[in-house]
């Protein structure tokens, strides 16, 4: 989607339509009718129709509700799209975000190939706001429909933005231009993150981050079956063995020459390619999600693009160890024994709790072989954080409080919804095995902490974070704003905190 900055006066933007952002009419308050500063004044070419519309109560200004009035006499522009921003002393980027992808999935599903959209005052100061109308309308633009044969919808081909004062122009030419790149990363993760198993298998997930790697100028480093056996990861290798595709290890680095030695940032992503939970199978319903199980490798692939464009002086390295979870004569069964690379043994009493498997030699190997200094992780690792958190929040964990603290704001900064939840000591107690040093599940209860304490027991006691995306790495259900399908949540959370790191933010 292209990108443009427009400082033309609203009224005589020529444009297929023109997306004008309206809050909520407040109750009993005089003068506080929903239209914002800008609209006001388009509202006097239009002879006072806006507030005419909007004092009928036709037009309410709901979070999301679209209004598309068709040629208003005295504008440039061949529609008018008026987008509920819902109540003002509420709104924020978040919901703005929310707002742009609402417009550009209203309109295309009209045909409609390009837009523009006011930035109006109270969707808070200029560049901010640019950032995320860009985002919102880039991640409203994805489709899942890869596959079909008859699209049901085009695709946005140009958002204007119509921006007020052209002195800023160079601050919202770079800040859109950031935003792009963040989001197409974003668009990027989806994308293979809506891959079915037979089309993204270990080998071809290693392929595409090999195709991305040339494209943006990262090293690409695959470690085959042989190699992840000479390194006895035998925790990883363990949950490869019930299939006949072979696992692999994708290796990719963004290694800046004059960057500082350290922190060299560590960014190891779950690349479960599909889970049928192994012998310890799972119920069928549903079961064909388990293809998004790959979700968290995805999301660090979409950052380390991100990072190679944006070009921050930090050391990153991204390690997605990926593998299928499936069921066969060589496949692990419950009660088997094995030992990872750290040299701990493990008692795999189910077979189905294998991201934490293939997680612990990754970290492993991102400190002991890649000489990370942090470790941060994102996995669609337990329906236990889907219970708790649902599909609002992704799951925070983490010892090193400096770090989580940094993530949570990097979240917020990036309007990706995340809740630290505790790790206490306490919780460790359910990961006892009579015959290992510690067994891959704990008891019925707390289950995306015991599994959060399982990776802890890899990190060598490095700063650490790691996010839970069961819940948020997938919607069920389409959305105004966004298609129903993968999210390609942690994206901009992570870019956002690379970028914290590199003292650019
Ligand atoms: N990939 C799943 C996590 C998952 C489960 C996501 C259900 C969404 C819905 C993971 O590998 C898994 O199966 N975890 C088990 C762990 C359990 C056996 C301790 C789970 O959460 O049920
Ligand atoms: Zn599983
Ligand atoms: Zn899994």
Redesign the pocket.
Known sequence: MEIELSFASPEKLETEALVVPVCERKKGAKGQYGLGSRAKSLDQALGGFLQKLLDSGEVKGKLLETSLLHLPAGLGAKRLLLLGCGQQDKFSAFELRKVAGTAVRFLKAKSISSCAFLLEDFCGDETSASRAVVEGSIAGNFETNKYKSEKDSDEMAAVTLACVSKKNDTALQAATREAKIVAESQNFTRDLVNEPGNRLTPSILAERARRMAAEVGLECEILDKQKITELKMGAFLSVSLGSDEPPCMIVLRYLPAQAPPSPVLGLIG?G?TF?S?GI?I?PAA?MD??K??MAGGAAMLGVIRAVALLKPNVRVIAVVPASE?LLGGKAQKPGDIQTSMSGKTIEVL?T?????LVLADALTYAHQVLGCTHLIDA????????VALGSVNAGVFGSDDSLVERLLASSRTAGEKMWRLPLDDEYKEQLRSAFADLP???GRYG??I??AHFLKEFTADLPWTHLDI??TA?LDDNKPHMSKGPTGVAVRTLTQLVLDFAGQS
């Open positions: 779950k479960i889970d939970g310890s799972k549903d999600k388990m998004y199980d979870n189910n189905d709790a294998e991201g934490r996995a669609t690792l337990t329906g236990a954080c889907a891959n599940i704990g289950g995306a015991t599994a069961a819940g997938w």
